[in-house]
């Protein structure tokens, strides 16, 4: 049984205490700003005073970065992968494992919590600044509006259950530090987060399609610029659930046997 | 005491540092294996960025990875000689820095002589490789001049970053918190 109001403590009791370390966010939005200075700069650059390139007109290119800079903002609010992988060495996880929740979720419903406080407080208002005073493409209809919000929150749960498998990897290997960082990259790069994937070389393009990042980035940004559209959306959004429903058995998986191996060891 | 017995000094110190580090040789390959591909990362993200558009702002691929190359590579030297320094604000909270203020040399000296952080060998590594491929592929001719001029560029590039990352953790002496300010040096995410 699914008990919502115990999971909704974590949110409630997360929203508070991110408004306890506010200097974090600020100094986080900073960084997040600094990155998106210098991806909006990139591909000023890039496009080189041309109008359109690949079929997607300046404006539209500008929007996307500034769109996945705030999904990434919003993706990276939570919490952070190295503390779940700090508590598993430490083995502060097994105090958690004895407590009568589920530990994925747990994390989940916090993570709902700083990030809806960083969202309220330092994204949503400067976001809003930029889209008023900057040359940007808003979507036409509320319609497409929801469905991008839709894909987000869809983009957040994927990337969720797929780092939180990651971050679990420390369960069994001791040293995670290679694999971490090529996860990382393949996430940055295949996700769409900073080069949409129709830039890619064609084969890579493909690669990209079958695997799961693409829904975390590409898909809702592509929405909001209207790259996907019409019945095209319908099929993008489906394609995402497969991939939060995929993502999340993968967690469901290796957590259960990360959790058996404590038992085993003596729980 | 003298700088050449400082040198000497410096030396040993770090010499036990990496003898202490190399004690756990699985997490020393791992952590030059992550940071090298991690760079690779960067520099794949570079490629495909440059495979539609040609050039960025008439720099060709080529030349951005040679670009790249040489802040990696004077980014790897700060790491080794300042990045510990990070670690100050925790040591100034604790009260344990007062045992680099008791001692006769040079407290700024000694911190900075406490690690000595191997691991950055892998970007020596990403960046010698990368300036012989580049170096094949745009022909260049390697002068006295030339070669004179990267090294100390690369050396202006340490000494400036590692000068932010000192002033930056200095600001624990009044604030007991210097991390949070990291963000502005370390715009990148890999370390």
Redesign the interface.
């Known amino acids: 049984m699914f008990r919502f109001r115990l999971y909704w403590t974590f949110t409630k009791k997360a929203f508070l205490r991110s408004a306890v370390y506010r200097?974090?966010v600020w100094?986080?939005l900073?960084?997040n700003l600094?990155?998106l200075l210098?991806w909006g700069s990139?591909w000023t650059?890039?496009y080189?005073g041309r109008e359109e390139?690949?079929g997607v007109s300046f404006e539209s290119m500008l929007t996307y970065i500034v769109v996945s800079q705030f999904l990434t903002g919003v993706n990276g609010a939570g919490t952070p992968l190295w503390e779940i992988q700090e508590k598993v060495r430490t083995g502060d996880i097994s105090l958690e494992l004895m407590r009568p929740f589920d530990v994925p979720l747990r994390y989940l419903f916090a993570d709902f919590g700083s990030v809806a406080f960083y969202i309220l407080t330092a994204l949503l208002p400067l976001y809003t600044v930029m889209f008023i005073f900057m040359d940007l493409t808003l979507p036409s209809g509320w319609e497409t509006w929801a469905l991008f919000i839709v894909s987000a929150f869809i983009g957040f749960l994927i990337r969720y259950c797929i780092e939180m498998s990651f971050g679990l990897l420390s369960f069994f290997l001791?040293?995670t530090?290679?694999i971490?960082?090529?996860f990382?990259?393949a996430m940055?790069?295949l996700s769409g987060s900073?080069?949409p994937l129709w830039?890619?070389?064609g084969w890579?393009e493909t690669m990209a399609l079958y695997l799961p990042f693409q829904g975390i980035y590409y898909i809702p940004n592509a929405i909001f610029i209207g790259k996907i559209s019409g019945s095209e959306i319908l099929l993008s959004l489906g394609v995402q659930l497969f991939w939060a429903v995929a993502s999340y058995l993968l967690l469901r998986f290796v957590w259960n046997r990360a959790s058996q191996k404590v038992v085993v060891q003596g729980g | 005491m003298s700088v050449v017995k400082y040198f000497d000094l410096y030396f040993k110190l770090i010499s036990a540092g990496v003898r202490a580090q190399l004690q756990y040789r699985f997490a020393f390959v791992m952590r030059i294996v992550g940071l090298i591909t991690s760079y690779t990362g960067t520099a794949v993200t570079m490629w495909i960025m440059l495979y539609q558009f040609q050039e960025l702002g008439s720099w060709t691929f080529y030349e951005m990875l040679f670009l790249f190359a040489v802040a990696v590579l004077s980014w790897g030297f700060c790491i080794i000689l300042f990045f510990h320094f990070r670690g100050l604000d925790t040591y100034i909270l604790n009260g344990t820095f007062d045992r680099f203020l008791v001692r006769p040399i040079n407290p700024f000296f000694h911190f900075m002589a406490m690690k000595f952080d191997v691991g950055a060998f892998g970007q020596f590594l990403f960046s010698i490789g990368i300036f012989i491929w580049v170096s094949f592929e745009l022909q260049l001719d390697w002068t006295i001049g030339k070669s004179l001029f990267l090294l100390l560029s690369v050396a202006g590039g340490i000494l400036i970053q590692g000068g932010l990352l000192v002033m930056i953790s200095a600001l624990a002496f009044w604030t007991t918190k210097s991390e949070q300010f990291y963000w502005v040096p370390c715009f990148r995410p890999e370390i």
């Open positions: 200097f974090d100094s986080r900073g960084s600094i990155f210098m990139i650059a890039l080189a390139a690949g001791v040293e530090g290679g971490v960082d090529v990382y990259f940055s790069l900073v080069i830039f890619f070389p890579l």
